[in-house]
């Protein structure tokens, strides 16, 4: 049972390219969720996505940001024209179908560093 | 607005002993509490969850408290391990909501 899979574990970007983040979530799972999370410090929701569809994307920058999971491949966010401020860790979790308040379980992340 | 906060940043265990870390919540709403614990270059583990309609559950060697009255949560560790060293977050969501929200987190060490 493979887990949930990012990749790539690590990026680095220079200021003003462009970051993309994939997520595979667990076998089964239709409900994607997008974290950030600064050293030392907790995470921070970014957004939640189902097959096809935005759910819930309120932690989101209204800029530069955005995350999609179509209906083949895996969920993809996208950090446009990346400033140093976007250097963190970003963690996909995944959940099965049903509630969204079920147990969501984490992906290694990806560490972003900007230079 | 809403917060999941951690009384205690870091905490310091003789290994075998036991271990709580302790969380408050300030979100009224909140029924579902979850505890992960999170090793260095890694992502948070699931350690254990509870519902609001319970106000204890036991896995192995965790025991998650939930005192709905003072909003409170802990995490108890009993027979402490160094494996047990990581940074445990606490976390909270509501039925009908989308959002988990984490709290910063404590460092557990423990000393062999």
């Known amino acids: 049972n493979a887990g949930v899979m990012q990749n790539p574990r690590h990026l680095v970007r220079r200021r003003g390219q462009e970051a993309r983040l994939r997520c595979s979530p667990m076998?089964?799972?239709?409900?994607v969720y997008w974290y950030r999370q600064l050293p030392e410090e907790g995470l921070k929701f970014m957004v939640y996505?189902?097959?096809?569809?935005?759910?819930?994307e309120s932690g989101m920058p209204k800029e530069r940001f955005s995350a999609e999971f179509p209906k083949e491949g895996p969920s993809i966010l996208r950090i446009q024209q990346v400033v140093r401020g976007d250097s963190a860790a970003y963690f996909c979790?995944?959940?099965?179908?049903?509630?969204?308040?079920?147990?969501?379980?984490f992906g290694p992340g990806t560490r972003l560093t900007v230079l | 607005g809403e917060s999941v906060g951690l009384h205690l940043p870091t905490l310091s265990v003789q290994e075998g002993d036991n271990s709580i870390i302790n969380c408050a919540y300030s979100?009224?709403?909140?029924?579902?509490f979850i505890w992960y614990k999170q090793e260095s270059g890694k992502g948070p583990q699931f350690i254990i969850d509870?519902?609001?309609?319970?106000d204890k559950r036991q896995g192995q060697r965790v025991t998650v408290l939930l005192n709905k009255t003072v909003k409170h949560l802990s995490l108890q560790i009993a027979a402490t391990q160094p494996g047990d060293s990581a940074v445990y977050f606490c976390?909270?969501?509501?039925?009908?909501?989308?959002?988990?929200?984490f709290g910063a987190g404590t460092r557990l060490f423990v000393k062999a």
């Open positions: 979790a995944s959940s099965p179908p049903g509630r969204s308040t079920d147990t969501q379980y």
């Open positions: 076998k089964g799972h239709s409900h």
């Open positions: 996505l189902q097959k096809e569809n935005i759910i819930d």
């Open positions: 979100n009224s709403a909140s029924d579902y």
């Open positions: 509870i519902r609001s309609n319970m």
């Open positions: 976390a909270e969501s509501h039925t009908g909501g989308f959002k988990t929200i």
